[in-house]
C-alpha cells in the first residue's frame, strides 16, 4: 500500500464501508467489529478502565524510565497498534513531549487535532510482514486487539523485530469468555441445565440454568465467529507464552485482573470501573450484531441473544465481569 492509498484528507468516506448497518472498515475482512462513533465511545470506557487498573498511569512496567532516560542519544518512539480512538496515543504524547508517539490502526477514527509529536496512520497489521523499520520503537503498545490479528505469534515476532533492545513489549487483552460471580465459564454445555464446572475453581460452581445464560450464549456465539474467521480465541491467557516463545526478552511479567462489569462492587474505586465497564459492554453487545449476521445467523436469533445477554447484564443474578490479562517484557 502507498502512502496515496492511505492518506487521509477531509473526506475519509473511501476508508469505510457499511456492514448490517454499521460502519467499518475497509482494510481488512478478518476484524469484524465496526468503526463507527458508538464504537468511538466504547473504546473511551475501555481505556478509562484500564487507567483506573493501572493506579491513573496509562502503562505498567518501567515505561518512563525507557522514554526519560539521560543520555541517550536517538530519537525515542512509540508505537500503539490497534490505537482505536487514539485516546492512549494522545495522552502518552501529552506525557512525554520528546518522545514520537505514532498510532495505527485499521480505520481512521482518530481525533485530527493532536499533540505535534503525536500521529496516525492506517495499515493493516494481519501480514506475516509489517511495513516499519526494524529495532525502531522504544514502547510498543498493542491492546484488546488481538480479534483482528489471524496469526498473534507471527505478529509479536514482528512487533519484536521492530522493538529496540531495552524496549519495552506491552501486551493486554481480554479474554473473550463470560466470567460470573469470578469464575470462568469454560464448558458450553450442550444441555442448558446441566452443571457448569469452574476451569479455575475446583468445585461445580453454578448452575447454567439459574446463572447468566443469555449472556453465556452471546459469548459463546462470538467466540464461534471468531474461530471460523481464523482468531485464536485462547490468546489472552498465553500472552506470556507467546512473548517467551520468541527468547527476545529477558523480564517478562504476567499479570491478570478481574474486571467487574455493573454496579455490584463494594469498593469504591471497584464500583466506578464496573460503572464504566457497564459503559462498555452496552455498547459491545449491539457492536457483536453485524458479525453474527455476517456468520449467518438469522436476525431472529441474533436479536433474542443480544437482548438475553442484555437482560443478564442489567439485571444480574450472577454478577458478570471479564478477566484481562496484562504482559509487559523487556528485549534483551
Ligand atoms: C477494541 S479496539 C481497542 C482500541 C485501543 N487499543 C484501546 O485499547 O482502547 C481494537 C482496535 O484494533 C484495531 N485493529 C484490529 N485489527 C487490526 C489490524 N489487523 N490492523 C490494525 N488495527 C487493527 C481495530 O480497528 C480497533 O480500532
Known amino acids: 500500500m502507498s502512502d496515496d492509498d492511505t492518506f487521509v484528507g477531509d ?182 441445565c446441566s452443571t457448569v ?14 446463572g447468566a445464560p443469555g449472556w453465556f450464549a452471546l459469548w459463546e456465539a462470538y467466540r464461534t465467529c471468531l474461530q471460523r474467521k481464523g482468531i485464536d480465541v485462547n490468546v489472552p491467557s498465553h500472552l506470556g507464552a507467546i512473548i517467551r516463545q520468541t527468547g527476545a526478552y529477558d523480564h517478562i511479567r504476567v499479570q491478570e485482573a478481574t474486571i467487574p462489569i455493573g454496579f455490584w462492587p463494594k469498593d469504591v474505586t471497584l464500583l466506578t470501573i464496573g460503572q464504566l465497564a457497564w459503559m462498555e459492554y452496552d455498547h459491545l453487545l449491539p457492536a457483536m450484531r453485524p458479525m453474527l449476521l455476517e456468520a449467518g445467523i438469522p436476525e431472529w436469533k441474533v436479536k433474542v441473544l443480544i437482548e438475553d445477554a442484555h437482560r443478564d447484564m442489567y439485571e444480574p443474578v450472577m454478577p458478570p465481569s471479564v478477566r484481562m490479562h496484562v504482559v509487559h517484557a523487556i528485549k534483551k
Request: charged share 25%; aromatic share 8%; net charge negative.
Open 11 to 192: 473526506d475519509d468516506s473511501e476508508f469505510f464501508t457499511v456492514l448490517q448497518g454499521r460502519r467499518r472498515n475497509v482494510l481488512n475482512d478478518r476484524y469484524m467489529l465496526p468503526a463507527d462513533e458508538d464504537e468511538i465511545r466504547r473504546y473511551s470506557y475501555h481505556h478509562r478502565i484500564l487507567q483506573f487498573i493501572f493506579g491513573g498511569r496509562n502503562y505498567v512496567g518501567p515505561v518512563k524510565e525507557v522514554l526519560t532516560y539521560p543520555g541517550v542519544k536517538h530519537k525515542r518512539r512509540v508505537l500503539d497498534v490497534g490505537t482505536g480512538g487514539g485516546l492512549w496515543a494522545i495522552e502518552m504524547a501529552d506525557e512525554f513531549p520528546r518522545v514520537e508517539v505514532t498510532g495505527v490502526d485499521l480505520a481512521p477514527i482518530q481525533p485530527r487535532e493532536v499533540p505535534p509529536n503525536c500521529s496516525f496512520e492506517l495499515c493493516d497489521l494481519d501480514h506475516p510482514s509489517l511495513p516499519y523499520t526494524t529495532l525502531n520503537y522504544d514502547v510498543i503498545h498493542a491492546r484488546s486487539m488481538h480479534t483482528g490479528i489471524g496469526n498473534y505469534q507471527q505478529f509479536v515476532k514482528e512487533l519484536t523485530r521492530m522493538l529496540r533492545p531495552g524496549g519495552i513489549l506491552i501486551l493486554i487483552e481480554p479474554d473473550s469468555q463470560p466470567v460470573v460471580d469470578g469464575h470462568l465459564l469454560g464448558i458450553p454445555p450442550h444441555d442448558p
Open 197 to 210: 464446572t469452574s476451569t479455575l475453581g475446583k468445585r461445580p460452581h453454578t448452575s447454567y440454568a439459574s
